[in-house]
């Protein structure tokens, strides 16, 4: 079950520069352009009339032509060309969908277009490249969006999965605090580690010393969104409301559904520290990527486990608390949109009983 | 759903050239080849005892041993020995399929042997190697055969689908003339762009001027074969009765069903023109498939787009008139076989209502 | 279906060397390990926490800690640590299986451990590497297990499908005389050829004359295994009690489900005459695997052949006489395992009328 009334990452700006993408997204068929005019299109990629993909058609200056018969379709689907007749019935049309680049992204929305306000696509993170350089990625894994966004609210997995790359040592991560509250989007977590040891790789590039604080502060933006904000200082100066000094990042995570078992994982880290750091070092991104490589073939593997597999068999423990809250509020919003498309198809379709 | 009372290409002559073929024609799992006593013999491709494919065993003179346990079956599907044993049980058989070799074909007959009429196997293209030199080839599509038909009657793609290769311009398309008709056999029709740019390549190997005539014959034999005869003439000769000069094909496209949504599309090229050629010019044969090649990317994304989408949602256009009408003709042959086949079920079992 | 209450080769001792292996074993995911102690562990593949795979964890001291967040568990399957939380409810455990370390295998039992007994596993082939030297392999088929046990207890098909590997001549075959007989743990089949003509190969290797008496006798323990005693004599010497002298072997065919339709096929020949044998000479084993190559490609074909096709359409012939009595034991060790289990089923939840 997917939410459709919401923004979804559809591409990265840079995924349709100069062609043409075709993507299923929400069990859709989709194509992504820039059209000759320069305005960004999501159609259906699905010709209204034999359904050819309209991905393997040509950009035109208003939209696509077919490339099977040569239909033509502007960014709002309406088709404003038929090749060999001069009438263009209304029905001849294909979906489009309200689409807003901001950012690295184009952001789309699956549902009811009159319910899509721009102003609700997310403004994370902070789009300042020369204070917060950033950086992101995409990888195509073969599970549920909502095992990504699990693995996300539950950091304890950090200390094993990523015990070789950027996981803190079990006795911090015990040690962790953790507070979890609802928010008016969502719901967030924050979770601090007090004088831990600092990551061996924060020792060559930050100024601070062996001893940090920690902390991790997600806010789960329903039902698609994780936007992180997390970093170390010297230990003792995180309660004194220190917030800088070493590792410091935003990272937008967001997931768009493929198909029920498969989805795309957008990750977007912006840097805080990086114009402080020696010019001469490393960048860490490329280092992210493969950490998130180790969750997606852990999730795939996952996902083969469940996939004939009754979820109650499965049980809790107390690290899942933001986990769990997590869940309850995208299933809550799936069922309210359920119940409301419901109405609404009842509104239209008036009951036998109400006559 | 298939017609199964038609004569269907099973594979070249080629293709059982010294071997076996293993091959699934309408969802039945079917092997080919010449017996030692050279008679084609088209069976079950699996053995009445346990199963084995009779494709993994050895031809003997009357058929083929089977690889496994080493029945042998004769060409009629009767099992002729078993190891071991000396009484052969009637039941002792597999199916055995009626098949014509004509032309660079075999031909199968899936449905009731009893209706199986060799005369009935298209003759065409020309039987005539010096004068109308033929080639052909074979693509493997993951589409329904039905879509390669309709890919054949409705050539308006081609100003799109095949711009770059053998695609008249737009305007020349839009001002072709296009008649359509019922023949006893199925339908046809006859499109003719007067007074059209030469392509490119006329130009360099025919000796008629940059505007012609040209015209395309297309007979579609229900269920699933076209007779194509195109060519061209200087403009202005076409309606003077002029039918060559330039260039002149006899193609013969028929496609065979492997299941619902795969099929093999066999085409067969007669070039009437080639006798009068410079033979130092390289034969225009190899692009054809290559052509061909463009059609089946299209159809195979076309199909995965359908595969979970209801047809009532497209739409005809004009250019459609042929493709409607063949699809009318084949549905109207499914149905009315269905019919006969329902009856002689009933005329088998009377229904309790009879009593 | 499958019999669950039966000892299967899980993995031969050298798989889990070092490492563990994840295996599906009657549809069910399984991880097999020694733990840091040096015991075998046999348990279910998906953490109760998530349902990520054990197989992707490590091993400890007692069992396996989960690779995701680390809950460990010991080898009866118990939770022994969850991270961040002390109290340990009790359904905070993996299923475990009954695992029994004998000759080259690690046998599992996939059914009521109340019911397993070690005592039950096969001690076959011989465990006496000087005398008997064994060696061993597995392959994994697509095809249903018990097509691999009807492939050895019919053996006409070596005159066919090992021809020109194992294969006897087609009259040697013919002249085979078979005694079947039911046995108290399956049934078993003696078939003696006579007189016949001693393999190209023995010739090479053994003392033994042109013409030998070969016997082979296998053996069905049901469901799923079959221990085969064979050699051969100087022609004449068979039925004098004589039983070594040339070819001599014992081999145990053991075949474990993955699914309905794939299986792990495992063999393990102890070679009698090997000590007798020049030293210098080549060991036959690898040719073994190459031979049941030839069965595995002919039993993945047979299965695609009979996916949908009742086999009711099959026939039996005489040389079936050891393979459907096979099957008749098996089926009915089948329906009386599901009639148990019915009632044992009935007894916890007593049906209504009863009331
Ligand atoms: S399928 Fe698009 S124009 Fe025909
Ligand atoms: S399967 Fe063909 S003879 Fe046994
Ligand atoms: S899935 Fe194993 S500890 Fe979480």
Redesign the interface.
């Known amino acids: 079950m997917f939410v459709r009334n919401a923004w979804y990452v559809a591409a990265t700006q840079n995924e349709i520069a100069g062609k043409m993408l075709a993507r299923t997204i929400l069990n859709e068929?989709v194509v992504l352009f820039k059209n000759g005019d320069g305005e960004i299109c999501a159609l259906e990629?699905?010709c209204?009339?034999?359904?050819?993909?309209l991905s393997?058609?040509d950009i035109t200056a208003c939209g696509v032509?077919?490339?099977?018969?040569?239909?033509m379709f502007d960014r709002s689907g309406k088709c404003v060309d038929?090749?060999?007749?001069t009438a263009i019935?209304a029905?001849?049309k294909v979906k489009s969908y309200p689409v807003v680049a901001k950012g690295d992204y184009l952001w789309i929305w699956m549902g009811d277009a009159a319910k899509a306000d721009p102003a609700d696509v997310l403004d994370y993170p902070p789009d300042d490249q020369e204070n917060w350089p950033r950086s992101n990625d995409v990888l195509h894994l073969k599970a549920s969006y909502v095992m990504v966004l699990?693995n996300l609210m539950?950091l304890?997995?950090l200390?094993?999965?990523h015990r070789t790359s950027i996981g803190s040592s079990?006795t911090d991560?015990?040690n962790a605090t953790m507070d979890v509250k609802r928010t008016p989007r969502g719901m967030k977590f924050l979770r601090v580690m007090r004088n831990a040891d600092a990551p061996q790789n924060w020792l060559k590039r930050y100024p601070t010393g062996k001893k940090v604080d920690r902390w991790s502060d997600f806010e789960y933006v329903a039902p698609n969104s994780i936007m992180q904000f997390s970093g170390g200082v010297n230990a003792g100066d995180y309660d004194a409301g220190v917030r800088s000094g070493s590792h410091l990042g935003r990272t937008l995570h967001t997931v768009t559904p493929e198909t029920e078992k498969s989805c795309f994982y957008f990750f977007n880290k912006a840097d805080g520290y990086t114009k402080f750091e020696d010019p001469g070092r490393e960048r860490t991104w490329k280092p992210l990527t493969e950490v998130f490589k180790e969750d997606a073939?852990?999730l795939e593997?996952?996902q083969?486990?469940?996939d004939n597999?009754d979820?109650k068999?499965?049980?809790?423990?107390?690290?899942d608390v933001a986990r769990v809250q997590m869940i309850r509020v995208l299933n809550e919003q799936i069922r309210q949109e359920q119940e409301e498309m419901q109405q609404a198809q009842e509104r239209k379709q008036p009951s036998m009983q109400a006559g």
Not at 48 to 53: F, T
Not at 82 to 85: D, E, M, N, S, W
């Open positions: 068929p990629d699905r209204c009339h034999r359904g050819a993909p393997l058609g032509r077919c490339g099977y018969h040569g239909m038929i090749p060999g007749q019935p029905r001849a699990e539950d304890s997995h200390s094993y999965l079990e991560s015990a073939h852990m593997q996952q083969l486990r469940l597999f979820p068999n499965l049980m809790d423990i107390n690290t």
